[in-house]
């Protein structure tokens, strides 16, 4: 086995040749000061592979028979998945006050669909989930479904077990933590989310460059997902929400992002000074 401390740091030329390769393959965008970084993700994947260069690991997945196998391995150590419960709490505060209700009260459907892109190892969905719960009186007899999607695998896996302890569960008020988490009696470290929040969110592989979006969503939450990508991606991105919503959607972004200079289709409406966007032609104000 290859120790993880003798693989060097990615050369220029190495690092220029993998930047190119995940940003093709995912639109993330990794400046020329992220080669620590990259070479220390990298690391990992080499190690699992038993290969000591990489250089080796570049020739590798040019000639794996599968390639898209290990872009999809090589995308998972890349990519950033910090997350937790209740990020940046005020939004979940605008969902359950304002967006649910009013959802509720203008969808004679009766069915409720809810995207989390980029959803990592799977806070947001539950946050959403347990949100919809604690206003579920609202919703009686309706059709609810939260999509959870992400491009790397292994956070997907981490989601769908609903397992979570530490920094993750940090912010999650004690009254909540009780509702809707089970403590694990041997590791009383470790919270389970209860069956019928894990029930209500499904996970799926989605590459918001590769794959087609889902279609007639009422919210998307796709937030501290576009830093990533450069303005070009940030676009094709923000199009392709506009069309996967429906008229009286909403859109969440992270609070460090912004649609200006990047989408017109959107109006900023300002929810609890949370950032939320709504399609300009709903005509929806607060
Ligand atoms: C920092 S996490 C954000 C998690 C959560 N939305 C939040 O705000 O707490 C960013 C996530 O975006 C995912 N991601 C990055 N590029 C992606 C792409 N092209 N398609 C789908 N997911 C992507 C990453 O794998 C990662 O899990």
Redesign the pocket.
């Known amino acids: 086995m290859i120790e993880f401390g003798n693989i060097k740091r990615l050369n220029e030329d190495e690092f220029k040749k993998f930047a190119k390769l995940v940003y093709e393959e ?3 965008f990794l400046k020329d000061s992220k080669i620590t970084l990259l070479s220390n993700r990298l690391r990992k994947r080499l190690q699992a592979l038993d290969i000591d260069s990489f250089r080796e690991y570049y020739d590798y997945i040019q000639n794996f028979p599968d390639k898209a196998k290990e872009i999809e391995q090589l ?1 998972d150590v890349v ?6 419960f209740f ?1 940046n709490e005020r939004q979940f505060e605008a969902l359950e006050k304002y967006c649910l209700p009013d959802l509720a009260s203008k969808k004679t459907d009766k069915t409720l669909k809810i995207w ?6 799977g ?2 969905p539950y946050t959403i989930a347990i949100c919809i719960l604690e206003c579920q009186h609202l919703f009686a007899g309706w059709d609810i479904e939260i999509i959870a ?4 695998p292994s ?1 997907l896996d981490f989601a769908r077990k609903g397992e979570y302890s530490g920094r993750r569960i940090e912010k999650v008020p004690p009254g909540i933590l009780q509702k809707y988490f089970t403590r694990d009696a041997e590791y009383p470290e470790v919270y389970t989310v209860k069956d019928r929040v894990r029930k209500m969110a499904r996970f799926y592989y ?4 590769k794959n087609p979006y889902p279609k007639n969503m009422d919210i998307i ?5 576009m830093i ?2 450069d303005r070009e991606h940030q676009k094709r991105l923000v199009a392709g929400f506009h069309n996967s919503l429906s008229k009286h959607g909403y859109l969440f972004i ?1 609070h460090s992002e912004t649609l200006h200079s990047i989408s017109e289709d959107f109006m900023y409406v300002k929810l609890l000074d949370s950032p939320v966007y709504v399609p300009r032609e709903s005509g929806n104000e607060f």
């Open positions: 995912s639109g993330i995308l990519s950033t998945n910090e997350t937790y990020r989390s892109a980029g959803c990592s190892t806070e947001e999607t992400d491009i790397a956070v989605l590459n918001l460059f939450f796709c937030r501290n997902v990533y990508f992270g």
